[in-house]
């Protein structure tokens, strides 16, 4: 049997130490900030990147890795006898995906048919725990077939969600009104976002304060959490440490039996969510 290498990109999110124990391989997105281009979690750490945000007039842009980019990731591993599995950035969220298949179909034509490419529908530490999941098995030597079923399974059951601090991201990138954002922050609204079925984001509610906001994504996973399926939440924050951890431990506390994996959320995602983002990721 041949070997598997699991690939991921930079918008999962996953911790370092992750990536290190599921020896998972991953292609950073770009980052620009006006003239500066950088590889978001390569040349750009997430304190970095808030750090710049913050002085930033204007968001930076974020871009898909290129074709080229993914062709230079894999190529060594299908040179030792690799069979790849790629699991990327919703397409609805990025043309990650597209770029991924290109460099699929180049390698293919060169007659190295052993790359697998899967649109994991999902973002952050959500799209990450795909990946933990599709490594583990990995590790057990569990065969493709095998790992493109369970993934696929894992995906119609695993749950984001996210809450913002603020809205001003929203508005810097066009995606809500600047009349939407003031009347939002003069009522304190916390807008709890998901990602539907088809990978792309939507508000559940909109709660009152930063508290409830919390609470919700902490209420809502407790009720829904079936360890059964992976036994792992992901949490990752925007520049609020302090606050994800107490979330971990809430429900840690409640539920033994579930690994919560903490993280950043780096600059692919930042960019939009800016600082404050809280999320939850977690299988029902």
Not at 58 to 69: A, E, F, I, K, Y
Request: hydrophobic share 45%; charged share 20%.
């Amino acid at each position: 049997m041949r070997k598997i290498k699991i690939f991921t990109d930079s918008a999962a999110d996953l911790p370092a130490e992750v990536v290190a124990r599921y020896e998972v391989g991953v292609v950073p997105l770009l980052v620009t900030f006006g003239d500066r281009v950088f590889a978001d979690g390569r040349d750009l750490s997430s304190a970095e990147f808030y750090k710049l945000l913050a002085q930033a007039p204007t968001l930076p842009t974020t871009s898909q890795p290129s074709p080229q980019d993914f062709i230079d990731a894999f190529q060594p591993y299908l040179d030792t006898g690799h069979t790849i599995i790629s699991i990327n950035l919703s397409s609805s969220l990025s043309g990650t995906v597209a770029s991924a298949t290109l460099a699929q179909e180049s390698l293919d034509q060169a007659g190295q048919q052993q790359i697998h490419i899967v649109d994991s529908k999902a973002a952050s530490i959500g799209q990450g725990l795909l990946v933990c999941l599709a490594s583990h098995l990995a590790q057990q030597g569990r065969g493709v077939e095998e790992i493109l079923t369970a993934v696929s399974a894992a995906r119609q059951r695993l749950m984001h969600l996210f809450t913002l601090e603020t809205m001003d991201n929203l508005v810097k990138g066009g995606r809500i009104s600047r009349a939407k954002a003031i009347i939002g922050g003069m009522l304190d609204i916390k807008p709890i976002l998901w990602l539907d079925d088809d990978g792309k984001i939507d508000t559940l509610e909109k709660v009152r304060g930063r508290k409830k906001s919390l609470k919700y994504l902490t209420d809502k996973c407790l009720a829904e959490l079936d360890v059964s399926v992976y036994p792992y939440v992901g949490i990752c924050h925007a520049n609020c440490p302090e606050e994800a951890a107490a979330l971990a431990k809430v429900i840690e506390q409640a539920v033994p039996a579930a690994t919560v994996v903490v993280g950043d959320i780096g600059a692919t995602i930042g960019t939009h969510t800016g600082v404050g983002c809280m999320a939850v990721f977690y299988f029902h």
